[in-house]
């Protein structure tokens, strides 16, 4: 295959962090591929080059696991299906081996388990052939991913699970027919042991599984939010079709309550739609003819028919679900850490399993044989590494589908870990801090004049103009109901502002000097003027007939929660910069207003990137945000770009984080959401750490000789299934944090 591409894959038999190694390790061998990453959280896969899914199957089959493409919707539907399987098979193995170990556990506690001699050796050999049955009933899957890794060259979790219940079954049953191999202080049988780790395991899997589930709830409803029909017009003639089969330039109709199929832009009709899936606003949003609908929004009230422009895969609700998809998979540097110590870590065991078997035997008090056993059972099974290859996926995976959740679009692993290190945040001004369009501000009327007709007028003459502050003046006459009237006799006059003729009075509009250099008196106006102009408006003079009528001021307005998101970003301990191509009155005035700590004014496009330099040349850790192709530059330079998602798509696509909603809150939630995250990893992997730490240790025995403590494998085994448990439950206190909560 000559193009790359990107390939899903589920993954089936992992069953720790060490497999996550071997599954990437085979799909990097393979000729054409450019990256692979393996979540193991998920159980998936994701590889970008010119190579072809059978390729990477095979080369996942060879290296002892199973693999499948995820293409579309129905594959990711059958993978839970299978996991649904799963979980429920784990749940009735565990459930079989209790059965049996369970009793043994407690005749064995109340030391009441006959003899092995005489009679009592027909209920031992009964014992351990029930064992046995568990071992390959409930334990099957344990053994043949221990024979597949061995195969691979490779040693995981079934490894360590295999050999400790595999060894206690095999001393046991020596025990029971030949027990004088063994002097009569060690003629202890351990099936209880080897029955009931397997309960606990499958036990514990089961509920890992069943909370592994929870963290893609992001995806599920996402992808849940994907209408299945259209109501399309062809020929005149209404009919719902499969959403599949959505052409371009196809004509669709919306009723009241329907979701909206694919993106679009109204060709007829009106309406309010809900747009929260895709901005996490919660108010509708008034569409009319010409405005753009997005795939899986919700038509609240109106009925329009739209055109489609953009289908299928290039849907921005479809681009959304992979761009949430890419990041759940991305790994930030510290989830590569744990990867690189979890690649060593069985291997690493079984050599301290072998230690502690040594030393027991030579050094360790009669019966040496049982101590040995026990010890060594004790290791291999407590230090299964499952609990530190979970700790970071789970929590990205939660931590991401949540972010998506307050209309934030995480693209990488590195961005949401670095998120939460910013000292820093560079504000673009236009578009950014501000609404990006001019509008009028206020409206001042000389004595003798109201602000209606004045503004009547002002929008008069500038009805022709296609200046950006003339198209403010007449938005907001028509926006109060006004009907400019037709201007004639129009002169621009450069710099200074227009004269024309309006229902027969002769009217000039435009700066102070164009009132002075045509002897209009203005009387206490310009000190009105000053003040408005320190507060970053344009004022404009409007005389009629020779005498002064009023001024009508024009700005580009700071978004009505600008000042207040800044002072959010303050709480978080952060230096807000704005960097601006205004001038520096401008610049400083609307830092003023929302409390900006430093300014950087007349910045010219390109040298935007450089003040980003400059910063982070100071050694601060640097988060920029803007929305136009201008700001892209800056973005890539930035430690973490953000891009107002109402911005570009050359801005979108040279950003880390894209913020749908288009105010700046939604950097206050990135940055919150970020360092939960993150928090939440260190909690995980401190827990997994600390767990294996102190638990390998006590396991080869380590207390026996200070206060003759010897760990139980039973116990081992409830400790290693509660560890992978904790960490997944602890992920999941993620889906319920709200940085909306803390905003001011």
């Avoid at 450089?610 to 973005?635: E, F, Y």
Wanted: proline share 4%.
């Amino acid at each position: 295959m000559s193009t790359a591409k990107s390939i899903r894959l589920s993954i089936s038999g992992m069953s720790c962090a060490g497999c996550v190694a071997s599954v990437e390790h085979a799909l990097q061998r393979v000729a054409g591929v450019a990256t692979a990453s393996v979540n193991f959280a998920e159980h998936t896969a994701t590889v970008s080059g010119a190579v072809g899914p059978d390729q990477l199957i095979h080369a996942v089959s060879a290296a002892g696991y199973g693999a499948a493409e995820l293409r579309d919707a129905a594959d990711e539907s059958q993978k839970e299906v299978a996991e649904m399987a799963c979980y429920r098979g784990l749940l009735h193995k565990a459930l079989v081996a209790a059965a049996i170990g369970a009793p043994l556990f407690l005749l064995d506690l109340f030391g009441v388990m006959p003899h092995m001699e005489g009679k009592g050796r027909w209920f031992w050999l009964i014992t351990g052939a029930a064992t046995l049955f568990v071992l390959i009933y409930s334990g099957r899957h344990f053994f043949t991913g221990a024979w597949k890794a061995w195969r691979a060259h490779n040693a995981n979790m079934d490894t360590l699970i295999a050999l400790g219940t595999g060894t206690a079954w095999l001393y046991s049953m020596v025990i029971v027919l030949f027990p004088e191999t063994v002097p009569s202080l060690a003629r202890h049988a351990y099936f209880e042991a080897a029955a009931v780790i397997i309960a606990l395991i499958n036990f514990g899997s089961a509920l890992e599984m069943r909370a592994r589930g929870k963290t893609s709830e992001a995806i599920k409803r996402l992808i849940g939010l994907q209408p299945k029909t259209a109501r399309v017009v062809r020929d005149g003639v209404e009919a719902d079709i499969a959403i599949e089969e959505v052409g371009l330039d196809e004509t669709v109709r919306v009723r009241p309550g329907e979701k909206i199929p694919v993106d679009g832009v109204i060709i007829e009709g009106h309406s309010n739609v809900d747009e929260a899936m895709l901005t996490g606003e919660p108010l509708p949003v008034e569409k009319t003819a010409g405005d753009d609908v997005v795939g899986g929004t919700i038509n609240k009230s109106g009925s329009f028919l739209f055109k489609a422009t953009r289908i299928g895969k290039d849907t921005a609700l479809a681009r959304i679900i992979e761009l949430v998809r890419q990041a759940q998979n991305a790994k930030p540097a510290i989830g590569r850490l744990a990867d690189r110590i979890s690649a060593v870590f069985v291997p690493t065991v079984l050599i301290i399993a072998v230690i502690t078997f040594l030393a027991w035997f030579n050094l360790g008090p009669e019966p040496r044989a049982s101590y040995m056993l026990v010890a060594t059972m004790t290791v291999l099974i407590i230090a299964c590494p499952c609990a530190l290859g979970l700790a970071t996926p789970i929590s990205v995976m939660v931590g991401v589908g949540k972010a998506a959740e307050f209309g934030i679009l995480i693209r990488n692993g590195e961005a949401l870990q670095q998120s939460g290190r910013l000292t820093i945040v560079v504000l673009d001004k236009t578009g950014t801090v501000t609404a990006g369009h001019p509008a009028v501000t206020r409206v001042v009327a000389a004595s003798g004049w109201n602000e209606q007709e004045l503004l009547r007028i002002a929008a008069s003459v500038e009805a022709g103009s296609e200046h950006p502050l003339a198209e403010a003046v007449v938005d907001a006459a028509r926006q109060r109901g006004l009907n400019p009237a037709t201007a004639t006799a129009f002169q621009a006059i450069t710099g200074h502002g227009v004269r024309a003729t309006v229902d027969g009075k002769s009217v000039l509009f435009g700066n102070e000097k164009l009132m002075r250099d045509n002897n209009i008196s203005l009387g206490d106006l310009p000190q009105q003027a000053a003040a408005m102009a320190g507060q970053a408006e344009t004022p404009m003079y409007l005389a009629v007939d020779g005498g002064i009528a009023g001024i009508v001021a024009v700005a580009d307005p700071v978004r009505p929660d600008s000042a207040a998101a800044v002072a959010r970003l303050h709480a978080l301990g952060l230096t807000v910069v704005m960097v601006t191509g205004d001038n520096e009155a401008t610049a400083r005035a609307v830092a003023r207003q929302v409390g900006i700590d430093e300014v950087f004014a007349e910045v010219l496009p390109q040298d935007k990137a450089a003040k980003v330099a400059l910063l982070q040349s100071r050694g601060a850790v640097v988060g920029m945000v803007g929305d136009g192709i201008n700001d892209a530059p800056a973005l890539a330079r930035a430690d973490v770009g953000f891009a107002i998602g109402t911005g570009t798509d050359v801005a979108i696509e040279s950003a880390d984080v894209t913020l749908m909603r288009g105010s700046l809150h939604g950097v206050a939630d990135a940055i919150a959401i970020s360092s939960a995250t993150v928090r939440n990893i260190k909690q995980n992997l401190f827990g997994a750490f600390v767990y294996n730490i102190l638990g390998i240790p006590i396991a080869a025995g380590v207390l026996f000789p200070l206060i003759g403590l010897l760990l139980n494998p039973i116990i081992a085994g409830a400790a290693m299934a509660a560890s992978s448990v904790t960490v997944v439950s602890n992920a999941n206190r993620l889906r319920f944090f709200k940085p909306a909560q803390e905003r001011a």
